[in-house]
């Protein structure tokens, strides 16, 4: 004998409503005043039930599909990139909503991207989160801009869309902040070479700080290479292997940071008494794992996605200006994460 579904006649009789309260309640009927107590209580019951309202039928009713698109630049092989997909994720569900992911390559030509974003629409996404695998400017395909979208770790440089991305400056304030509290003066940053964000406003902070507490700042110990961990090793090298080598590293990475702890081991400096390290991104599987912990500075990659999901929730219900989001890039924190990498100077 067939074992027939739950139906919203079921929800009706539980919630003890009809069944034209139900559809409107569970649909969102617009213009309908249904009292919030009767919306509870029709909710409970679908809950109890395990009853929803059929997707597609919804969608051909309400010209709404309830999904939103993901498109990602190799995002889905980087450490940090569940996160970012995890608070996406999170926020989409809490408001009823399906996240559709396509993964591609940073290198991909125009018309490949293009066509990652013609997937997405043909599938009738009603916005589109575009999420690149690190901090920088982005030129969008031209059919990006014909439906609701946020960047998420990158700026569109026609200045168009909505975006968020760290606070750059803010973390390496906090990171060097932290160096310079714990009595350090003489202080070295491990830089990337890469002509991105990220680069130049890090410097700036590192600069910020400096200044801010009348440091003098010797060039010498300004040193750039690619953001990996032997290049991060030999910078590390270069500005400890001297007489007058500082007593911190602030490193542009966790990668980085630890290629500093191998020079420091060579060298016969004890981390963090002779040399004190902080680095940036807080890749746990490094930072934590590290001895002594690595204490670095946290990219919000979990609140960015949070942040992104919500917006476009606020533009499509029109709570939302997207000019006015579009004009000047949302800069959410980066937080300090202390371990064990930073301690006074022996000198102190």
């Known amino acids: 004998m067939a074992v027939r579904g739950v139906g919203i006649r079921d929800v009706a009789e539980l919630a003890g409503?009809?069944?034209?309260?139900?559809?409107?309640?569970?649909?969102?009927?617009?213009?309908?005043?249904?009292a919030p107590e009767t919306r509870?209580?029709?909710?409970?019951?679908?809950?109890?039930?395990?009853?929803?309202?059929?997707?597609?039928?919804?969608?051909?009713?309400?010209?709404?599909?309830?999904?939103?698109?993901?498109?990602?630049?190799?995002?889905?092989?980087?450490?940090?990139?569940?996160?970012?997909?995890?608070?996406a994720q999170n926020?989409?569900?809490?408001?009823?909503?399906?996240?559709?992911?396509?993964?591609?390559?940073?290198?991909?030509?125009?018309?490949?991207?293009?066509?990652?974003?013609?997937?997405?629409?043909?599938?009738?996404?009603?916005?589109?989160?575009?999420a690149t695998m690190y901090h920088r400017q982005v030129s969008l395909p031209p059919n990006l801009q014909g439906i609701p979208a946020v960047l998420i770790d990158s700026t569109d440089r026609a200045g168009i869309v909505p975006a968020v991305v760290p606070d750059e400056v803010g973390g390496a304030v906090a990171a060097v902040t932290h160096l310079v509290e714990a009595g350090h003066r003489r202080i070295g940053f491990l830089n990337n070479d890469d002509d991105v964000p990220a680069t130049h406003e890090r410097l700036?902070?590192?600069?910020?700080?400096?200044?801010?507490?009348?440091?003098?700042?010797?060039?010498?110990?300004?040193?750039?290479?690619?953001?990996?961990?032997?290049?991060?090793?030999?910078l590390a090298r270069e500005?400890?292997?001297?007489?007058?080598?500082?007593?911190?590293?602030?490193?542009?990475?966790?990668?980085?940071?630890?290629?500093?702890?191998?020079?420091a081991a060579e060298l016969g400096l004890d981390i963090p008494h002779d040399l004190s390290i902080v680095g940036f991104d807080n890749q746990e599987l490094i930072?934590?794992?590290?001895?002594?912990?690595?204490?670095?500075?946290?990219?919000?990659?979990?609140?960015?996605?949070?942040?992104?999901?919500?917006t476009l929730v606020h533009l499509l219900s029109g709570e939302a200006e997207y000019k006015l989001l579009a004009d000047r890039p949302t800069r959410l924190d980066c937080p300090l994460v202390i371990r064990g990498s930073v301690a006074p100077p022996r000198d102190n």
Request: charged share 20%.
């Open 17 to 34: 409503v009809s069944v034209t309260t139900v559809s409107h309640v569970l649909n969102d009927t617009e213009g309908m005043r249904v």
């Open 40 to 87: 509870a209580r029709v909710r409970e019951a679908a809950k109890t039930l395990g009853y929803g309202p059929n997707r597609m039928a919804q969608a051909l009713r309400t010209n709404r599909s309830g999904l939103i698109g993901l498109l990602s630049e190799e995002i889905a092989t980087t450490p940090h990139a569940g996160r970012i997909i995890l608070g």
């Open 91 to 130: 926020a989409a569900r809490a408001h009823d909503l399906t996240l559709v992911i396509i993964n591609t390559e940073r290198e991909s030509s125009g018309t490949s991207h293009k066509d990652d974003v013609q997937a997405l629409i043909d599938r009738q996404v009603e916005a589109v989160l575009y």
């Open 204 to 234: 700036i902070g590192f600069r910020q700080v400096m200044q801010q507490h009348g440091l003098p700042i010797d060039e010498s110990l300004i040193v750039q290479a690619p953001s990996e961990t032997l290049p991060g090793y030999a």
């Open 239 to 263: 500005v400890l292997d001297r007489p007058d080598r500082p007593t911190a590293l602030f490193c542009y990475n966790d990668r980085m940071a630890m290629g500093a702890y191998r020079a």
């Open 287 to 310: 930072a934590a794992n590290l001895f002594p912990g690595l204490t670095t500075v946290a990219l919000p990659h979990y609140e960015m996605g949070v942040w992104a999901v919500e």
